[in-house]
């Protein structure tokens, strides 16, 4: 069974640096680009990076957090990172890892309904 469980979350001010975490179990990682989500009260869900299901392949980021935000992957340890920093107040929200079985190397899904699998989220919130 395919798990995931985000953690890493609180409270920050703004300029500020959080290290989100996602830890997979139930599947062998190389065969599942992950990606990170962010959902704000009263918004929708919003892709906020991703990553192919090999280490050094390709990373995506919305426009909104390139330059300030960091998706990297341990393989071996099945766990995928969210390195945010400079954070802002517009970067509170609820955040999700998800995955998505592929059989390419080096897809990074951009559609929510491209992946079949989701953490619970953690709390992210930017504030002084």
């Known amino acids: 069974q395919v798990q995931l469980e985000e953690s890493g979350g609180g409270l920050v001010q703004p300029g500020g640096s959080l290290r989100l975490s996602c830890v997979a179990s139930?599947?062998?990682?190389?065969?599942?680009?992950i990606g990170w989500f962010r959902q704000a009260p009263g918004k929708e869900r919003e892709l906020v990076s991703c990553?192919?299901?090999?280490?050094?392949?390709?990373?995506y980021y919305a426009d909104s957090v390139k330059g300030r935000f960091t998706i990297s992957r341990e393989s071996s340890k099945n766990m995928v990172y969210l390195q945010m920093d400079s954070l802002k107040p517009e970067d509170t929200a609820v955040y999700y890892c998800?995955?998505?079985?592929?059989?390419?190397?080096?897809?990074?899904?951009?559609?929510?309904?491209?992946?079949?699998?989701w953490g619970q989220g953690t709390q992210v919130t930017v504030s002084s």
């Open positions: 998800a995955a998505k079985y592929t059989a390419s190397y080096f897809e990074t899904p951009r559609e929510q309904n491209e992946y079949d699998n």
């Open positions: 139930g599947f062998a990682p190389e065969y599942y680009a």
């Open positions: 990553t192919s299901p090999r280490s050094d392949g390709y990373t």
